[in-house]
């Protein structure tokens, strides 16, 4: 998305405290959500800084915020599910587009076009490693086996990268990854200079109308992938809860409000984490809360051992999410429903790869209406 990536995991710390501290879902997960991903990227280039940018992520908590004294949070049920399903395929191809210039040891897609042949082997050796451990962990047989259905996939990945790159530097050099390869978070040699890595937002750029659009961007996306996540968890749930959606939008902008006032990307309720969450029997907020802690510690104590996590793997990791969300049977299954439901659902992906969010799903709801 453009954005540091210490700005990630202060979102996760944020998802993880205040979020799950003041919702009212026991099972839902919040952080920094793959929906965001275009905006983030287009407001921070558009609003020229950062700093601007994270001033329009507190606005949008504020909105969040007062949508929930307005008792919006019905709002989720009234936008037709092939546009939601639309915007989530969406995604899925653009984080695909996005990913695989780092599975081939790039940055960019231009990169990958003008050097062809100067793909970086050693990336595309853990990416593709990488890519068959999370493939045969979601086997049926595997799933019967305790140690497949309690440890994440994604984890065991970004281990066996970790000692694939290692290996690298010993018997191959060549192929070993290093500075932009890797993941790149501050590392801090006291409790001032932790501190000092967290950014805050430029309130000076109030007068700047663009932020207030991105600020209206922000808050309605979120709260409607926020709205439609805790839905879908509440459906998980084996104790058949319900979320109060109006408490969840003022959590959520909570949420976001300390999120941008520390230097962190926007927040929303996750349906990937509250399943993985669900899946590995969690019963109440505290599994989330003490999520959000661990991501605290592992900043302040292990950054340094982060750092040696190749982007080859975690390209793997979200290449395998974006397929996910754009499987080819989901194209299948709303062509089957007919035109009324697969035109909106098509109309909607193609809209946001040229547009963004915001206008893809408008023009998505236009059709479908």
Not at 105 to 134: D, P, R, W
Not at 267 to 284: E, P
Request: proline share 4%; with cysteine.
């Amino acid at each position: 998305s453009g954005a540091p990536l210490f700005s990630g995991i202060i979102a996760g710390i944020v998802g993880g405290t205040i979020v799950a501290f003041t919702s009212g879902s026991s099972l839902s997960v919040s952080g920094p959500a793959a929906g965001l991903t275009v905006i983030v990227l287009n407001a921070i280039t558009e609003l020229g800084s950062y700093e601007v940018f994270l001033l329009a992520v507190v606005l949008a908590g504020l909105i969040q915020i007062a949508l929930g004294y307005l008792k919006a949070g019905i709002i989720g049920y009234y936008f037709p599910s092939n546009v939601i399903k639309g915007m989530l395929a969406a995604i899925g191809i653009i984080l695909i587009r996005k990913e695989i210039p780092h599975a081939l040891g790039q940055n960019t897609f231009s990169e990958v076009l003008n050097s062809i042949n100067h793909v970086h082997t050693g990336a595309v050796i853990i990416a593709v490693i990488s890519l068959v451990i999370l493939i045969m962990w979601e086997q049926p047989f595997l799933k019967k086996i305790t140690f497949f259905k309690f440890v994440p996939g994604g984890l065991l990945v970004v281990v066996v990268g970790f000692v694939m790159n290692d290996w690298f530097k010993l018997s191959n050099p060549e192929w070993y990854l290093s500075g932009e390869k890797l993941v790149q978070l501050p590392v801090a040699d006291s409790a001032e200079g932790f501190i000092g890595q967290f950014t805050l937002p430029d309130f000076s750029a109030l007068g700047n109308y663009h932020v207030y659009l991105v600020a209206v961007t922000i808050a309605i996306i979120a709260s409607l992938e926020s709205l439609l996540s805790v839905e879908a968890t509440d459906k998980l749930d084996p104790y058949k809860r319900n979320t109060h959606t109006n408490r969840e939008l003022k959590a959520q902008g909570s949420g976001n409000f300390f999120s941008g006032l520390v230097g962190g990307l926007p927040v929303t309720a996750v349906i990937v984490r509250s399943s993985a969450n669900i899946n590995a029997g969690g019963k109440t907020k505290l599994s989330a809360i003490f999520h959000g802690l661990l991501l605290l510690l592992s900043v302040i104590g292990i950054a340094s051992v982060l750092n040696k996590i190749p982007l080859a793997c975690l390209a793997a990791l979200l290449l395998t999410v974006g397929y996910k969300l754009a499987k080819i049977s989901l194209f299948k299954s709303m062509y089957k429903l007919g035109w009324d439901q697969f035109l909106p659902f098509v109309v909607t992906v193609v809209a946001i790869q040229f547009s963004d969010l915001l206008k893809g799903i408008g023009i998505g709801m236009v059709v479908s209406i």
